[in-house]
């Protein structure tokens, strides 16, 4: 069975912790073949990215040492580490590699200083070495616990537009490269340990995938290779079926569909980005979720078909703003809807829920807080005619609100899910604001006051014994 695993930057924060991966790998591979994928570390003092771009950042406003001031730190973390799982050669080996990295970096950094300026290109530089140097840690600490392997940079595998910062996979070109470099080397027995976040485009300038841009390159590979399966491992034991901090009581969800676990991920579960599931669902390929730091625990399987219960899991996704357009004169005016979009994307918001009464005399839709009061802005000038005409009356905003979700493939179809919902509302004393469900009906989502959100979330998990 051919696998393709990634490692959060927690799952490879510490000697400890590599060490575990090396067991992992080195058990999986007695029966699979396996290809590694790997984020930059996270040590509990040092946050490899965040501390990367902050130096790119302070470049940009005229701190030319800037990555010469962090680079003995970020050298002296990953050498330590490797101290402890590599033999000195490797040790010696790598501390070159990594040393002409970071001087170059630092080279960049006073190349920015000097412009003032830090364009996105140059920042998917800065922000995709963590993952460069990792791979090569990894690669050497595999080596030393006899797995043989071998480190390579996923912007010789990963051909992308060139939106630095969000880059698009090409996958046709994806796939051919991939498979071109990766398949000898398992047939040859190696694992190799991929760099996730970074590509590059079709000239070779590196780039990298955005949020969730790790895990983006491991579902990238998997359907690129033809995997069997693709394993996530995390620092949980799977997607559970609600937040344990909410919920002391939620437990791991086996199995999932993948259009539950897309609705999750959409909704505030943070196991796996919503786009990230997108390359495998189109191959039919499973997903596991399992912990790095609880190998024995099975994880959550995700795949083809349909939930046999009717919800699966509660979430909620916090910090929103909810736009409610108002007045008389919507009754009936053509296009207003598309121009309420049209403006609101034109503030560059995201729209996490729409709803609409029969009566057509309000739309209400919901944003992240962060991008209300551009939405608000964009919205009264789109609008500004129909407000002259009364056509429009008010726009008004919530800004302390929380979208609460209930999803279950099996929901659909199942007359009374949403009494079961309302109904514990009901009970619980909370007030719902607005409501949306999809035609798909796997999702019910509502909103409510953000001093509600916990209370709302763990009354309908018991609602439905979840």
Known sequence: MRVVMKF??????????????????????????????????????????????????????????????????????????????????????????????????????????????????????????????????????????????????????????????????????????SRERLLPMLASGSVPVVTGFIGATRAGVPTTLGRGGSD?????????????????????????????????EARTLRQLSYSEMAELAYYGANVLHPKTVQPLVQRRIPIRILNTFNPQHPGTLIGAGRGDRTARAVTAIREVSMITVGGPGMLGLAGVAARIFTAVARAGANILLISQASSEQSVCLSVPRAEGASAVAELRKELAAEFSDHDVEHIEVLDSVVIVAVVGSGMRGTPGIAGRVFGAMGAAGINVIAIAQGSTENNISLVVSAEDGDAAVRAIHRSFAL
């Not at 007695?30 to 990367?52: C, G």
């Not at 300026?117 to 963590?130: H, I, K, N, V, Y």
Request: aromatic share 4%; glycine share 8%.
């Open 8 to 177: 959060g930057g927690t799952s490879v924060g510490s000697a400890d912790a590599i060490r575990r991966v090396a067991a992992i790998v080195s058990e999986s591979r007695q029966s699979h073949e396996v290809v590694v994928v790997v984020s930059a570390m996270n040590a509990p003092d040092l946050r490899t990215t965040d501390t990367l771009i902050a130096a790119a950042h302070a470049a940009a406003r005229g701190d030319g040492g800037s990555t010469a001031h962090v680079a003995p730190r970020l050298l002296e973390l990953h050498m330590g580490v490797a101290a402890e799982l590599a033999p000195p050669a490797e040790c010696a080996a790598l501390e070159t590699e990594l040393r002409a990295m970071l001087d170059y970096l630092s080279d960049l950094s006073r190349s920015i200083a000097v412009l003032g300026e830090l364009t996105p290109r140059a920042l998917d530089l800065f922000s995709g070495l963590g993952e460069r140097i990792n791979a090569r840690l990894i690669a050497a600490a595999l080596r030393g616990a006899g797995v043989p392997s071998q480190a390579v940079d996923a912007t010789g595998l990963i051909i992308t537009d060139d939106r630095y910062g969000s880059a698009s996979p090409l996958m046709e070109e994806t796939a051919e490269r």
């Open 216 to 248: 983006y390159t491991c579902s990238i590979l998997g359907a690129s290779l033809d995997a069997d399966e693709v394993w996530f491992w995390k620092e949980v034991d799977g997607v559970l079926t609600a937040n344990p901090k909410v919920v002391p």
